[in-house]
């Protein structure tokens, strides 16, 4: 099992950036996809943004394609999740997954396709 830390997430004004981090220990090396998830209150988990190392391949929620990008540093066994331009409705706690399987661009949005979770960390976004 792979363990997930997030961090980065904070309270940011409307307009604002962050940049949030999930690093990877334990049985790390075996996983080829990462994503990103939010769930806000009473509301079920999305899907944000993936990447996936063994396809080369990424993809993005149309809510915040333009504004988040997602990235990998293989050495720091880390994916990042840079935010811009933040807005109220991207308030929300921030869950990073790993997942072993060979994610394609149409299947990393699949929370099902991931393995392992980490705890999540809360973003705000605020006027």
């Known amino acids: 099992q792979e363990q997930l830390t997030e961090s980065g997430g904070g309270l940011v004004q409307i307009g604002g950036s962050l940049k949030l981090s999930c690093a990877a220990s334990?049985?790390?090396?075996?996983?080829?996809?990462c994503g990103w998830f939010r769930q806000a209150p009473g509301k079920e988990r999305e899907f944000v943004a993936g990447?996936?190392?063994?396809?080369?391949?990424?993809a993005y929620a149309d809510s915040v394609k333009g504004r988040f990008t997602i990235s990998r540093d293989k050495a720091k066994k880390t994916v990042y999740l840079q935010m811009n331009s933040l807005k109220p409705e991207d308030t929300a706690v921030y869950y990073c997954?790993?997942?072993?399987?060979?994610?394609?661009?149409?299947?990393?949005?699949?929370?099902?396709?991931?393995?392992?979770w980490g705890q999540g960390t809360q973003v705000t976004v605020s006027s």
């Open positions: 997954a790993s997942t072993r399987k060979p994610l394609s661009i149409s299947t990393l949005s699949d929370l099902y396709e991931y393995d392992d």
């Open positions: 334990g049985r790390t090396g075996s996983s080829n996809a």
């Open positions: 990447i996936s190392w063994a396809t080369t391949s990424t």
